[in-house]
C-alpha cells in the first residue's frame, strides 16, 4: 500500500454514518445536512445539523440524504461523506486528501443503479480502491459470526430507514427480506399517538428522545423505565403544553410496526431451507441496529418465533464494526466484498 492511502469503512446509514480508520470508529454521526437555501452551501452537517432539525427558518433547511436505507439525495450525501472523511482527525493533518481504499456497507435490497451510484460518489472523495458490502453480512462479521461456515445463521438489523432479515451461511445470504419498517416509522407512530391520544403536537427530535427513553415494545417489562414529561404544542388551543408518557403507551404506540416486522421474520423463516433452519433452531436470531435496543424487543420476538433471540453487544455499531473487520482482511473476505 502506498504512503498516501488510507483505509476506512463506512458504514452509510438512513439515520447514522460511522467511519471506521486505524480500528478505530473515528466518526458517529447523525445523517443529517443543514444547507443554506440562498446558496446551497452546506452550513453544518451531523450533530450540528441535527441540532437545527424543526427549528430552521426560510433560508435554511435540513436534509437526511438518506432514506429507506438508500441515497435519496446524492449531492447532499457526497457533501455529506466528503466532510466526514475530512474530519477524521488523523486525516486532518495531511497537507493534502490522501487517496482512499474503502470498504461501504449498503442494504442487501439495492440496485445495481443504486450500487455504482454509491461507488462513483466513493471514488469523487478520492477513493481509489473501494469495495462495497452487504448491510446484513457486515453485521453478522461484526457481531462475530463465522460466516464462511456451512451453518446458517439470522441476522435481523433493524436501522433508521430498514429492517434487514438475513439468513447467512457460507459467505453468501441465503435468503433475505427487507422492509421498511424501522426507527423512522416507529418515531412516526410515536408522533402520530401524541397527537391521537394526548393532542399533543411533537416534532421529530422529540419523538426520538421518548423512544429511547422510555421505548419499548411489551407491556410487562421487567426493568420499566420512569414515566418522562413531553412538551409539545397542544392541537385544541395552541398553546405549549406538557404530557407524562409511559413505556406501557409507547408499546401500544408501536405494536402495529412490530406486529409487521415478526410477519416479515416468520416469512424468511418459512422460506429458509430445512438444513439451514434446523441451524437456526439452536443457533437463534441476532439482533443489530438501533432497533434491537427497544425495551423487550428480544422477549418479544422469542415468544413469536420461539427461537432464541440475542442482542448483538453495541448494536448499533455491530454494521460498521464489521465492515472495519472486512476491510482489514481484504483478502479473506474477497468472497462478500462487491468491486
Ligand atoms: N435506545 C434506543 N431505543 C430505540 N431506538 C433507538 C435507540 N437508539 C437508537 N435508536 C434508533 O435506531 C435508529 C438508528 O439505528 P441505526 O444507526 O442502526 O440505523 P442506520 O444504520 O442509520 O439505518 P439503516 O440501516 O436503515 O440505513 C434510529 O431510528 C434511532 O432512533
Ligand atoms: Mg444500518
Do not use: W
Not at 62 to 72: C, E, H, N, S, Y
Not at 193 to 213: F, P, W
Not at 290 to 298: E, F, I, K, N, Q
Request: glycine content about 8%.
Amino acid at each position: 500500500m502506498g504512503l498516501f492511502t488510507e483505509e476506512i469503512a463506512i458504514d452509510l446509514g438512513t439515520a447514522n454514518t460511522l467511519i471506521i480508520h486505524n480500528d478505530k470508529v473515528v466518526v458517529n454521526s447523525p445523517s443529517i445536512v443543514a444547507m443554506d437555501r440562498t446558496n446551497n452551501k452546506i452550513i453544518a452537517i451531523g450533530e450540528e445539523a441535527s441540532m437545527m432539525q424543526g427549528k430552521t427558518h426560510e433560508n435554511i433547511r435540513t436534509i437526511r440524504p438518506l432514506k429507506d436505507g438508500v441515497i435519496a439525495d446524492f449531492n447532499a450525501s457526497e457533501q455529506m461523506i466528503n466532510k466526514l472523511i475530512k474530519s477524521i482527525p488523523s486525516l486532518k493533518k495531511r497537507f493534502f486528501t490522501p487517496s482512499l481504499r474503502m470498504v461501504i456497507c449498503i442494504p442487501s435490497g439495492i440496485t445495481e443503479v443504486e450500487m455504482r451510484a454509491v461507488k462513483e460518489s466513493a471514488e469523487r472523495v478520492n477513493g481509489k480502491e473501494v469495495y462495497l458490502i452487504h448491510e446484513p453480512m457486515a453485521a453478522a462479521i461484526g457481531i462475530g459470526i463465522d460466516i464462511m461456515q456451512p451453518k446458517g445463521n439470522m441476522i435481523v438489523d433493524i436501522g433508521g430507514g430498514t429492517t434487514e432479515i438475513a439468513v447467512i451461511a457460507l459467505s453468501g445470504i441465503v435468503c433475505d427480506k427487507s422492509v421498511k419498517i424501522a426507527g423512522d416509522v416507529f418515531s412516526n407512530d410515536i408522533i402520530n399517538y401524541m397527537r391521537s391520544k394526548h393532542n399533543l403536537y411533537v416534532g421529530d427530535r422529540t419523538a426520538e428522545k421518548i423512544k429511547i427513553l422510555v421505548g419499548a415494545v411489551i407491556e410487562d417489562l421487567e426493568d420499566a423505565p420512569e414515566e418522562m414529561s413531553v412538551q409539545g404544542r397542544d392541537l385544541l388551543t395552541g398553546k405549549p403544553k406538557q404530557a407524562i408518557i409511559s413505556h406501557v403507551e409507547i408499546a401500544k404506540a408501536l405494536d402495529k410496526s412490530v406486529i409487521r416486522i415478526e410477519d416479515a421474520i416468520m416469512e424468511a423463516l418459512s422460506q429458509t431451507p430445512p438444513e439451514l433452519a434446523a441451524d437456526i433452531y439452536n443457533t437463534g436470531i441476532y439482533l443489530a441496529g438501533g432497533g434491537a435496543l427497544l425495551r423487550g424487543l428480544d422477549k418479544r420476538l422469542s415468544r413469536r418465533t420461539d427461537l432464541p433471540v440475542y442482542i448483538s453487544e453495541d448494536p448499533l455499531q455491530a454494521v460498521v464494526r464489521g465492515t472495519g473487520i472486512a476491510l482489514k482482511n481484504i483478502d479473506r473476505f474477497k468472497t462478500v466484498l462487491i468491486k
